[in-house]
């Protein structure tokens, strides 16, 4: 992509990002959605799958599948953002126990909704997704 092409996107998306709907200016920190790279031909598949029946105070297991076309991906580095206000906020590195396979796990205090982004970086771009589960008693 030209400079020139990359900046008029910049733009646009801080424009998008400062017009843009109230959901997303309060939680999180990941503006560098506007920094997505585009250099690979075929965008990530991404897939997150929910926590089985999450409870406080008990390890939770994060899951997400990486892949492109059917490829898995294995050179990506996945982080876990994962929030259901802001003061409960938590990010962790995964590790990769099989191909393509990242996780990683996290403990919470707190029953309710919670929101997750997988961040996941590799040689050629930084693709996310959002999703999220409700942690029970
Ligand atoms: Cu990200």
Redesign the pocket.
Same mark, same amino acid.
């Given at each position: 992509m030209s400079y020139h092409r990359l900046l008029i996107t910049c733009v646009f998306l801080i424009a998008v990002a400062l017009t843009g709907c109230s959901k997303s200016t309060n939680q999180h920190d !990941?503006e !560098?959605t506007s920094h997505q790279m585009q250099t690979a031909s075929t965008p990530l598949t991404i897939v997150f799958q929910k926590p089985t029946a999450p409870h406080v105070n008990q390890k939770i297991t994060l899951n997400a599948q990486v892949k492109r076309k059917q490829e898995p991906i294995k050179d990506a580095q996945v982080e876990f953002e994962v929030w259901s206000n802001d003061k409960n906020k938590q990010k962790v590195k995964a590790t990769q126990p099989s191909s393509g396979h990242y996780e990683s796990s996290i403990q919470v205090k707190e029953e309710g909704d919670y929101n997750i982004?997988v !961040?996941v970086t590799t040689p050629k771009e !930084?693709q996310?997704i959002s999703d999220h589960f409700t942690v029970g008693q």
């Open positions: !990941h !560098h982004i !961040h !930084h996310m």
